[in-house]
């Protein structure tokens, strides 16, 4: 059984001098951004585009969410895998989960907001529309930090982004184990079937992921002003292996609820592996996929494949 090491992942600063294209600190900033991803598979983002009253204001607005009636909070369902309620599994007693599809559009946070609010809320909607978009313009500077550090022209960059992102949010609540014998385990050990994911939590700790070739798993600090920026299958895939997916999990440790915001990117249409990430040294690994296919095929027939299956759905 591997051990836990209470460590930092690698920081970055998404401050606007780093995160400025043509700035002096740009690519400096693009290269750390990928360093990390292919040996870590995340990093942590120093981030001030949710402001402290927007991160109080949505992490507030989880707790009213989740405190519904389960009745009400199973009524989100999607013919998406893993896009609507997750909960009352015996195997993760302490995991509750809600999604919002089409995130970064009001109609997206408008629909799921009546779904749980017939009367309205608009707070919540404003609130968590208000995150989506900001969480989701820092998900967008990565992915071109990504494609400028491997060489990748713009064009091609606009061309695999401009309304071709499909983003999730997950609100998720994980209670502390409420008898001396319960399982601390918040969610077991898996990767992501996305793009990219970006994680935002509470002043509760929990999170924990596994580097490349790594023996350990790794736990930090996490900030108000930071989130965790983790690649999914459908980014190692895109890579053609050279960026890390990395297995995580959540470990509560005191009896606390950990309250966490995932944005999940998938890339709808057909996904091309670059050829500039194609050479003699990198044959290429994988054929021409779908994101929400990969995902499909992750949760096929009622069976989840916790591990990295981009492998097996789309492998040469």
Request: charged share 20%.
């Amino acid at each position: 059984m591997v051990s836990q090491a209470f460590s930092k992942l690698p920081t970055v600063n998404f401050g606007p001098e780093n995160s400025t294209p043509g700035s002096g600190s740009w690519a400096p900033t693009c290269e750390s951004v990928r360093h990390a991803l292919e040996e870590y598979g995340c990093f942590v983002a120093e981030y001030d585009g949710v402001c402290s009253e927007l991160h109080g204001a949505v992490f507030r607005a989880l707790e009213e969410l989740f405190d519904l009636p389960i009745e009400r909070k199973a009524l989100n369902t999607s013919g998406k895998p893993y896009f609507g309620y997750v909960g009352q599994i015996p195997e993760i007693p302490l995991y509750e989960s809600m999604g919002m599809d089409e995130a970064n559009t009001l109609e997206g946070s408008q629909s799921f907001t009546s779904l749980m609010w017939p009367n309205g809320n608009q707070h919540f909607c404003e609130t968590v529309y208000a995150y989506a978009k900001q969480v989701a313009e820092l998900e967008q500077t990565v992915q071109r930090m990504v494609f400028e550090s491997y060489g990748i022209d713009k064009k091609s960059f606009d061309s695999h982004n401009i309304e071709s992102t499909n983003y999730l949010v997950r609100f998720t609540k994980y209670r502390g184990p409420q008898m001396n014998d319960e399982p601390n385990v918040g969610l077991t050990s898996h990767t992501d079937k996305s793009f990219i994911t970006i994680l935002h939590q509470n002043q509760v700790n929990g999170l924990e992921v596994m580097p490349r070739n790594g023996d350990e798993w790794i736990g930090f600090e996490q900030l108000p002003s930071s989130f965790v920026v983790m690649a999914g299958d459908a980014f190692l895939a895109w890579s053609n292996n050279r960026i890390h997916c990395p297995p995580h999990r959540v470990v509560m440790r005191g009896d606390k609820a950990r309250y966490s915001l995932g944005l999940f990117s998938f890339k709808r249409g057909t996904i091309h592996i670059p050829e500039e990430l194609i050479d003699d040294e990198h044959p290429q690994q994988f054929k021409p996929f779908d994101n929400l296919g990969l995902l499909s095929f992750a949760y096929e027939n009622g069976e989840v494949r916790p591990h990295c299956c981009a492998k097996e759905y789309c492998g040469v």
